[in-house]
């Protein structure tokens, strides 16, 4: 009977489990984000970030070379806008942890992840300076959360 109808078509490879992504590929994109962060706030962000994805993959992913403040202008800046600011980049950043697989090569990924984790840790060494290490931690703990 076989013969007569065809063999059966094998599934396509690889399967379509992990089109949009894996999630050893997420958790790696986590840790490298957070890796630049003092540990309460790093476990924080892979902790909430680990849930299942906000965004679609359609959104806009950074460049590599997009302009930020310098790190020297944030210590100047008031605590509302360096919160604003924080944000912002933990917007931009969930968007590159959750991007899909075919969007954004293993490398850019990889090296856009890094630069936004070492951008976190000076927008939280700015904080710090300005409002004290323990209030720093709370606001970012708080922005973490508003941005799930």
């Known amino acids: 009977m076989a013969l007569l109808t065809g063999f059966s078509k094998p599934p396509s490879y690889p399967s379509g489990r992990y089109t949009r992504t894996n999630p ?16 309460p706030l790093r476990t924080n962000l892979v902790r909430a970030w680990r849930r299942p994805p906000r965004f679609d993959g ?18 100047g800046m008031p605590p509302r806008a360096l919160s604003l600011l924080t944000l912002t980049e933990l917007e931009v950043a969930r968007r590159v942890v959750e991007a899909p697989l075919v969007s954004i090569s293993r490398e850019t990924r990889n090296k856009l992840l890094a630069a936004q984790g070492v951008y976190f840790q000076y927008l939280y060494v700015a904080l710090a300076r300005q409002v004290g290490e323990a209030a720093a931690l709370s606001e970012f703990e708080r922005l973490l959360l508003a941005a799930r």
């Open 24 to 39: 050893l590929r997420r958790e790696f994109g986590l840790r490298l984000l957070a890796e630049p962060l003092p540990e």
């Open 58 to 75: 359609n959104e806009a992913i950074q460049s590599l070379h997009r302009q930020r403040p310098e790190q020297a202008r944030l210590f």
